[in-house]
């Protein structure tokens, strides 16, 4: 499967068993190498997955040899999974390649890789596994277009697919309103509204009243340049309650400019390119919205990997010194739903806005016990095939000594939301 495609084929998404339409299993799904995850920006959930043909530790050290060459570099963030056979308890996990092409009596160098383990002798010391390595999910910023209507819902998805851009992007949003099938009798129009995010104009802010709706049946572009790292979140702005219950609302990532920092190249050299390009050009004493402050001439900064000059992390913005350096990244959108709400909408009755009070509570479009399940989850349509939804799970893995960046929206209508990890340390870097 690849990214973007809602898997409407039976053949992909489904089994049949007896003439009926059935959900692949678990066993089926870490079968397939790669599943649609529905979100722009993202890649594929496994980009590459390979058996392991032997995995071997000493001390902290832990020797990984696959069944083929690998593609994991220094620094990447593997995966290893439980397989069939040997139990592979204290080597299952989210770690990070420490070391590359490891001399091993199986296959060639080239085949091996070795991760830093902290928990130790869990396991037999040499096994012969039945199990894989996979790597992580990743976000790129490149967008699949073939996002399709089926029976009236779109990918089933709620809140909408998460988009991810770098800074200084030029970023086109196209919105379809491609109307509703089962309400033939609607005529309303959608807009697409940020939050916090500085528009090229105001012609592309999303406020009917002040800019442009789009009737059934018609497009808008939306342009924008990503001038500012940061987590967003839009939605419609017709309707604002009844269309945020809907699904219309989702988040948007900007990684910053500093993740671009080549090596050899000084921080201060990267990031003062910036002050001339009048778009980009940041003064902290006039300008709110600015969060890119250039550092002092040969300042290198100080933490996060800039002492050799080199960008070796992920940062959540330009900080100027390395301090909000990431190893991992999540995102937590926080919604709600009312089932009075929805039901009133599906008997074409009025809906009571001022009665409106979520019951429902959602991580990423989930809840329990669906937060716990790692996969894309399946859902059945009106046309009896199964499709994957919900695609973002709400697990967050990370290797001890890791960080981790949480990018947390509220997108609930009629409720407040936080966040609490029970003795895990958390800091807020940005609101």
């Given at each position: 499967?690849v990214?973007?495609?809602p898997?409407?084929?039976?053949?992909?998404?489904?089994?049949?068993?007896?003439?009926?339409v059935?959900?692949?299993?678990?066993?089926?799904?870490?079968?397939?190498a790669?599943?649609?995850n529905?979100?722009v920006?993202?890649?594929?959930?496994?980009?590459?997955?390979?058996?392991i043909a032997d995995?071997?530790?000493?001390?902290?050290?832990?020797?990984?040899?696959?069944?083929?060459?690998s593609?994991?570099?220094?620094?990447?963030?593997?995966?290893?999974?439980?397989?069939?056979g040997?139990?592979?308890?204290?080597?299952?996990?989210?770690?990070?390649?420490?070391?590359?092409n490891?001399?091993?009596?199986?296959?060639?160098?080239?085949?091996?890789?070795?991760?830093?383990?902290?928990?130790?002798?869990?396991?037999?010391?040499?096994?012969?596994?039945?199990g894989?390595?996979?790597?992580?999910?990743?976000?790129?910023?490149?967008?699949?277009?073939?996002?399709?209507?089926?029976?009236?819902?779109?990918?089933?998805?709620?809140?909408?697919?998460?988009?991810?851009?770098?800074?200084?992007?030029?970023?086109?949003?196209?919105?379809?309103?491609?109307?509703?099938?089962?309400?033939?009798?609607?005529?309303?129009?959608?807009?697409?509204?940020?939050?916090?995010?500085?528009?090229?104009?105001?012609?592309?802010?999303?406020?009917?009243d002040?800019?442009v709706?789009?009737?059934?049946?018609?497009?808008?572009?939306?342009y924008?340049l990503?001038?500012?790292?940061g987590?967003?979140?839009w939605?419609?702005h017709i309707?604002?309650?009844?269309?945020?219950?809907m699904?219309?609302v989702?988040?948007?990532?900007?990684?910053?400019?500093?993740?671009?920092?080549?090596?050899?190249?000084?921080?201060?050299?990267?990031?003062?390119?910036?002050?001339?390009?009048?778009?980009?050009k940041?003064?902290?004493t006039?300008?709110?919205?600015c969060?890119?402050?250039?550092?002092a001439?040969?300042?290198?900064?100080?933490?996060?990997g800039?002492s050799?000059?080199v960008?070796?992390?992920?940062?959540?913005y330009?900080?100027?010194?390395?301090?909000t350096?990431?190893?991992?990244?999540?995102?937590?959108?926080?919604?709600g739903?009312?089932?009075?709400?929805?039901f009133?909408?599906?008997?074409?009755?009025?809906?009571?806005?001022a009665d409106?009070?979520?019951?429902?509570f959602l991580?990423?479009g989930?809840?329990?016990?669906?937060?716990?399940?790692?996969?894309p989850?399946?859902t059945?349509?009106?046309d009896?095939?199964y499709?994957?939804?919900?695609?973002?799970?709400?697990?967050?893995?990370?290797?001890?000594?890791?960080?981790?960046?949480?990018?947390i929206?509220?997108?609930?209508?009629?409720?407040y939301h936080t966040?609490?990890?029970?003795?895990?340390?958390?800091?807020v870097?940005?609101?």
């Amino acid at each position: 499967m690849v990214p973007g495609d809602p898997a409407t084929s039976v053949d992909t998404a489904t089994t049949v068993s007896g003439g009926l339409v059935q959900p692949l299993t678990g066993a089926q799904l870490s079968s397939i190498a790669s599943f649609y995850n529905g979100a722009v920006g993202l890649d594929y959930d496994v980009a590459h997955t390979f058996s392991i043909a032997d995995i071997s530790e000493s001390g902290n050290t832990v020797t990984v040899v696959l069944n083929a060459q690998s593609p994991f570099a220094i620094g990447d963030q593997v995966v290893i999974g439980q397989g069939a056979g040997t139990d592979l308890a204290g080597y299952t996990g989210t770690f990070t390649v420490t070391a590359v092409n490891i001399a091993n009596p199986f296959f060639p160098n080239n085949y091996a890789f070795q991760y830093s383990n902290p928990t130790i002798g869990l396991a037999e010391v040499n096994i012969t596994p039945d199990g894989t390595a996979s790597s992580n999910p990743a976000i790129t910023g490149h967008v699949d277009a073939r996002q399709i209507m089926d029976v009236g819902v779109m990918n089933g998805n709620i809140p909408a697919p998460m988009m991810a851009i770098d800074e200084d992007d030029e970023f086109f949003l196209t919105l379809t309103n491609v109307g509703m099938i089962m309400r033939p009798d609607l005529f309303e129009q959608h807009t697409v509204h940020f939050h916090g995010y500085p528009n090229a104009s105001a012609f592309y802010d999303g406020v009917p009243d002040a800019s442009v709706a789009i009737n059934i049946a018609a497009s808008f572009t939306y342009y924008y340049l990503a001038p500012d790292a940061g987590t967003y979140f839009w939605h419609c702005h017709i309707t604002p309650p009844e269309h945020l219950q809907m699904g219309m609302v989702g988040q948007m990532y900007v990684r910053p400019r500093q993740n671009r920092v080549a090596s050899t190249v000084t921080l201060y050299n990267a990031l003062q390119q910036q002050e001339l390009d009048l778009r980009t050009k940041c003064d902290s004493t006039t300008d709110i919205l600015c969060s890119n402050p250039l550092p002092a001439a040969g300042d290198n900064g100080s933490t996060g990997g800039f002492s050799a000059g080199v960008a070796t992390k992920t940062y959540a913005y330009n900080d100027g010194d390395g301090s909000t350096y990431y190893d991992v990244e999540y995102p937590i959108q926080m919604h709600g739903f009312d089932p009075n709400f929805h039901f009133v909408g599906m008997t074409f009755n009025p809906e009571g806005f001022a009665d409106m009070k979520d019951k429902y509570f959602l991580l990423n479009g989930r809840s329990y016990p669906d937060t716990v399940n790692p996969d894309p989850l399946q859902t059945q349509s009106a046309d009896g095939v199964y499709h994957f939804s919900q695609p973002l799970a709400t697990i967050i893995k990370i290797t001890p000594g890791q960080r981790a960046l949480l990018r947390i929206s509220n997108l609930n209508v009629s409720e407040y939301h936080t966040l609490a990890s029970l003795g895990v340390k958390m800091q807020v870097i940005a609101l």
